[in-house]
């Protein structure tokens, strides 16, 4: 492909991800790969390159097509600002690529030769007169929250979200141990290292495909991030116990589970998607879990928990709420999904959480936990609604994360504040995603 080529088809992949109905961006770079054969390996990186770039980048691009006056901010116009203050292209070597010949984009116009002018001095994104929406690329109306979260370290925390994420593994510890995947990786040419709290986890070096190596096909490894290990450690669930993963998923955490209760006790994994449900069963078998009950429920208020708390008094010594949130933890991976949010679309998110919690609390035996994890750095959505929670349930109290750390994670240094009574995990502090743990404990009486 040529270099126009190139810009062309990450034009049209930016247009496609502004629409309401758009996948991912990964699965919709996929699927241009797919459809696209004649793409080579160089053409496929140069193009994610763009879009990935221009997704991370969005706040100061648009600060800067303002600042210029370059008009509404199209994914062309957003394509041209990342090539200058992203690759560092010339006006001349955009005008070499934009010529409107066969698969080339059409020649540049009057104002962005305009604008590309004026850009020309700038080197780089940053100018210290951006507000925090801007130098930190999120969403203008998270601002004031995240000001009150980070304070002057704000911009500093946020731009972690900007950087590629590394490539995590979690050792399924019924087929082996870490030092025996690592080996096994590198066999087949994966050079892995330990990661730096999770005592089962690894972190490629670069990253690689793994779906075609033997080592995954047996199940000895899982792509997890470590923070997610890290979460699904702080359940601690053991050997014999009876378990819910209330929201299960595709059962990236309920793996995690049966591997540390060894195979025995019970789960049940819980999801209102029946998709996610049955790739959850793939990976099961794959996994060699074989103590996982699948259920599908059809809402939070599912007859199933009503009749399991009614007739058990919750019975189950672990509940995990793994809470659908804003995924703004995950914004290394899923830069596109922070320019979907909006204010209505979150107060909706954190509707769904409190009546998540409150329905899936029911399940708890006296003496078990309830564990509430998000993959959001928002306090709106972390610490306001454990608060709710426990202001409305006096049967709950709140276990100090760093006490139960000593006990699931035995040997490892504890990553977060002792200070703070939850656990909480950032791009920034940790190189994981970013996450938050609350364990809540049910009272005997």
């Known amino acids: 492909m040529t270099p126009g080529a190139r810009i062309s088809a990450a034009i049209g992949l930016l247009e496609r991800l502004d629409a309401a109905d758009a996948p991912p961006a990964d699965k919709l770079l ?43 901010p199209t994914a062309r116009a957003r394509i041209l600002i990342w090539l200058q203050l992203g690759q560092g292209q010339q006006l001349t070597d955009m005008d070499g690529a934009f010529t409107g010949d066969r698969f080339d984009p059409p020649p540049l ?22 507000p925090l929406s801007a130098a930190a690329n999120v969403p203008d109306f998270l601002s004031d929250e995240l000001t009150s979260l980070y304070g002057d370290t704000a911009a500093v925390q946020l731009s972690a979200h900007g950087e590629e994420a590394p490539v995590d593994l979690r050792v399924n510890t019924l087929k082996g141990d870490r030092k025996t995947a690592a080996e096994r ?5 994966v050079e892995a290292v330990s990661t730096p709290y999770s005592p089962i986890g690894l972190r490629l070096r670069e990253r690689r495909p793994l779906t075609g190596t033997a080592v995954f096909k047996d199940g000895l490894i899982e792509p997890q991030d470590e923070g997610s290990q890290l979460a699904a450690l702080m359940v601690e669930a053991k050997p014999g116990m009876k378990v819910v993963d209330f929201c ?21 994994a819980c999801d ?10 793939q990976r099961l078998k794959r996994a060699g879990v074989f103590m996982v009950e699948r259920r599908h429920l059809s809402s ?6 009503k009749r399991r708390a009614a007739r058990f008094d919750g019975g189950f010594d672990r509940v995990l709420v793994d809470a659908p949130c804003s995924g703004s933890g995950t914004w290394r991976r899923n830069p596109d999904q922070k320019w979907k949010l909006t204010r209505e679309g979150l107060d909706e998110v954190m509707a769904k959480q409190a009546a998540v919690l409150d329905s899936a609390a029911r399940l708890v035996a006296p003496g078990g936990r309830l564990i509430y994890v998000t993959c959001s750095i928002l306090p709106s959505e972390n610490e306001a609604q454990v608060a709710a929670f426990l202001s409305q349930n006096p049967s709950f109290f709140t276990h100090p994360a760093a006490d139960v750390w000593k006990e699931a994670v035995a040997g490892s240094p504890y990553p ?14 940790h190189d994981t995603d970013g996450f938050f743990v609350a364990i809540l404990g049910r009272k005997l009486g």
């Open 109 to 130: 116009t009057g104002a962005e030769k305009r604008v590309a002018v004026e850009l020309a001095s700038q080197r780089g994104f940053e100018l210290d007169c951006q």
């Open 272 to 281: 209102v998607s029946e998709a996610r449900l049955t790739r959850a069963g």
């Open 416 to 429: 977060g504040d002792t200070e703070n009574p939850f656990l909480r995990l950032t791009p920034k502090d």
């Open 30 to 72: 996929a699927d241009w790969a797919r459809n696209n054969r004649y793409a080579g390996a160089k053409d496929k990186s140069a193009i994610a390159g763009m879009v990935y770039g221009t997704l991370r980048r969005r706040g100061q691009i648009d600060w800067w097509l303002s600042r210029c006056q370059g008009g509404a």
């Open 185 to 189: 990786l590198a066999a087949e040419g």
């Open 300 to 305: 939070e208020r599912d007859k199933w928990v």
């Open 248 to 268: 299960a998923g595709a059962g990236g955490k309920t793996l995690a589970l049966g591997a540390a209760m060894e195979n025995t006790g019970r789960i049940v």
